[in-house]
T-cell receptor, first 118, second 111 residues
C-alpha cells in the first residue's frame, strides 16, 4: 500500500530557531501534499496544501512567512517552522495524494512529527 | 470547515460490534464520505470510503443512508486495538480535494 514517511519523528528546538520537517511519499508520486497541525486532545487542523512545482496555498489564519512549505519533487515536501516559539509546539502531520489515482482521491498520512520548542 | 458531526465518545465491549454514526446533512451529490482513525500520537489510518452504496472491506463496513445525509461505520468485532479516535470526513470538492477534520468520536473498547 501507499506509504508516507516523515522525518524527524520528533524534534526539540530552542525558541527563535528554525526547524525543517520532511514528508516523503515512498512508493507513489504525489502532486499534492497536505500539512496539518494537531494540538493535544484536539483534532487535525489543515494548515496548507502543497503542490509540486508551485507555491503552497495556506488556510486562513496560517502565517505563510512562518510556515514555509516547499514541494520540490513528486515525492518530497518540506515544512519549515521559522523563528519557532513555544506556542508552535505541536504534532505536525503530512498527507499525500497519489498522482495516478482518480476518485475518491484518498489521502495517505504520515506518522507525524512531534515538535517541542523550549 | 468540517461538514460532519459525530458523538464525542462511545464505549463498546470487546468482541461486540461498534457502530459509529456520522451526520453530513450538507453533503453534495459527488462528495465521498471517508472514515479514518487515529491511534494516540500516530498519523490517521484509512479505514473505508463510500459514495452512495454500502461498502465493506477487511476492516469495516460503511452504511450510507439513501438520502446520504448520514452514515454509520461498523466494526464487526471490536478489539482493544480498535480503541482510537474515528473521523468521518466529507471531502471538499475542487482541484485540491482537501480534508477538513471534525472533532471525531473517541471509541473506547473495553474488556
Amino acid at each position: 500500500g501507499a506509504v508516507v514517511s516523515q522525518h524527524p519523528s520528533w524534534v526539540i528546538c530552542k525558541s527563535g530557531t528554525s526547524v525543517k520537517i520532511e514528508c516523503r511519499s515512498l512508493d507513489f508520486q504525489a502532486t499534492t501534499m497536505f500539512w496539518y497541525r494537531q494540538f493535544p486532545k484536539q483534532s487535525l487542523m489543515l494548515m496548507a496544501t502543497s503542490n509540486e512545482g508551485s507555491k503552497a496555498t495556506y488556510e486562513q489564519g496560517v502565517e505563510k512567512d512562518k510556515f514555509l512549505i516547499n514541494h520540490a519533487s513528486l515525492t518530497l515536501s518540506t515544512l519549515t517552522v521559522t523563528s519557532a516559539h513555544p506556542e508552535d509546539s505541536s504534532f505536525y502531520i503530512c498527507s499525500a495524494r497519489d498522482l495516478l489515482a482518480g476518485p475518491p482521491y484518498e489521502q495517505y498520512f504520515g506518522p507525524g512529527t512531534r515538535l517541542t520548542v523550549t | 470547515d468540517a461538514k460532519t458531526t459525530q458523538p464525542t465518545s462511545m464505549d463498546c465491549a470487546e468482541g461486540r460490534a461498534a457502530n459509529l454514526p456520522c451526520n453530513h446533512s450538507t453533503i453534495s451529490g459527488n462528495e465521498y464520505v471517508y472514515w479514518y482513525r487515529q491511534i494516540h500520537s500516530q498519523g490517521p489510518q484509512y479505514i473505508i470510503h463510500g459514495l452512495k452504496n454500502n461498502e465493506t472491506n477487511e476492516m469495516a463496513s460503511l452504511i450510507i443512508t439513501e438520502d446520504r445525509k448520514s452514515s454509520t461505520l461498523i466494526l464487526p468485532h471490536a478489539t482493544l486495538r480498535d480503541t482510537a479516535v474515528y473521523y468521518c470526513i466529507v471531502r471538499v470538492g475542487g482541484n485540491f480535494n482537501k480534508f477538513y477534520f471534525g472533532s471525531g468520536t473517541k471509541l473506547n473498547v473495553k474488556p
